[in-house]
């Protein structure tokens, strides 16, 4: 079945250093890619998808391309902050499909 | 515009009972999905329920059961509860029955011991 495979965690960065979270998926058919923050104490929030290949989704400084040839979806951020930390999951679904396959989580957490 | 509210925010339950979430979806949303999030590990899809009926369903056993009501909001009831059941339940909803656009609870705690 479909798969959704994450760099283990946790990332522990500096503040204003750069992020990379790596994410590589395994699927049949062609599915939306997402990216999905979990805060301490509260449920997930869409933070960015990319619906095709070699589209790149942003949100909030983050970004990610969806790179076909690779199956992967990397999540970028230039200079993170504190308020970055949580745990954040790489997802996917199925075109038309009803549910999305999560990767395990990466905890991110961010010193000042 | 309210945002998707789930109950009770923690729960602590003894093998062998039975258990009811609660869950009321996003206004003007008519569907609820929920998953089931162990710890270290990412949500596992359970089932998603469509303007009242079961559109779909993972791999859970059927002591896992759901419903839908008229006003969309949802209950996840699961019976004769296992130790493994212990996990945060999470409930999300959007506004077609499809996953591009998914607004998740902030989850019920359930322990099982």
């Known amino acids: 079945g479909d798969s959704v495979t994450q760099m283990e965690g946790p990332v522990t960065l500096s503040e204003e250093a750069f992020l990379t979270i790596n994410c590589t998926y395994t699927?049949?058919?062609?599915?939306?890619l997402f990216w999905y923050v979990q805060y301490p104490g509260e449920g997930l929030q869409l933070l960015l998808k990319a619906t095709k290949a070699d589209d790149k989704g942003s949100n909030k400084g983050f970004e990610a391309t969806y790179r076909k040839e690779t199956t992967s979806f990397h999540l970028e951020k230039g200079s993170v902050q504190v308020s970055d930390s949580a745990v954040y999951f790489c997802?996917?679904?199925?075109?038309?499909?009803?549910?999305?396959?999560f990767g395990a989580g990466t905890i991110l957490r961010v010193k000042s | 515009e309210t945002g998707v509210t789930q109950s009770p925010t923690h729960l602590i339950k003894t093998r062998g009972q039975q258990v009811t979430l609660r869950c009321s979806s996003q206004s003007g949303h008519n569907t609820v999905s929920w998953y089931q999030q162990a710890l270290g590990q990412g949500p596992q899809f359970i089932f998603q329920?469509?303007?009242?009926?079961?559109?779909g369903r993972g791999n859970f056993p059927p002591r896992f059961s759901g419903l839908q009501f008229p006003n969309y909001s949802s209950e996840l009831n699961v019976n004769a509860l296992e130790l493994d059941d212990s996990a945060l339940y999470l409930c999300a909803s959007s506004s077609t029955g499809g996953t591009e656009k998914l607004f998740f609870g902030s989850g019920t705690q359930l322990s099982v011991l």
């Open positions: 329920y469509y303007r009242e009926e079961e559109n």
């Open positions: 997802a996917l679904n199925e075109p038309y499909g009803n549910k999305l396959v």
């Open positions: 699927a049949t058919g062609y599915p939306s």
